[in-house]
Nanobody, 120 residues
Framework: QVQLQESGPGLVKPSQTLSLTCTVS??????????CSWIRQPPGKGLEWMGA???????YYSPSLKSRTSISRDTSKNQFSLQLSSVTPEDTAVYYC????????????WGQGTQVTVSS
């Protein structure tokens, strides 16, 4: 059974960089056709896909966030990470990591989500 767990600071100051890590258990992130995504949900709004890293290390980003987003991975720890730069209070959201074993825009496995607040 695949399990995901997000970790990182719950409070980030404006203009700083938000950094989160997702630890995956029960499956290798280098398995063929494995896609690892970051998705967020601001208060009162819907889910927003931010970007992903594929099994082969390829990156995919939402056009609206591409200039501020970086997704990387540590295959030795079976983890993937999100960095979002120059944050503002509008980046306050619950951040989820999610994965799927076959396609980029389907998310079979989800972490529980972590609240990140951007505030001074």
């Amino acid at each position: 059974q695949v399990q995901l767990q997000e970790s990182g600071p719950g409070l980030v100051k404006p203009s700083q960089t938000l950094s989160l890590t997702c630890t995956v258990s029960g499956g290798s992130i280098t398995t063929s056709d494995y896609y690892c995504s970051w998705i967020r949900q601001p208060p009162g709004k819907g889910l927003e896909w931010m970007g992903a890293i594929a099994y082969d290390g390829s990156n995919y980003y939402s056009p609206s966030l591409k200039s501020r987003t970086s997704i990387s991975r540590d295959t030795s720890k079976n983890q993937f990470s999100l960095q979002l730069s120059s944050v503002t209070p509008e980046d306050t959201a619950v951040y989820y990591c999610a994965t799927d074993l076959s396609t980029l825009f389907r998310w079979t496995y989800w972490g529980q989500g972590t609240q990140v607040t951007v505030s001074s």
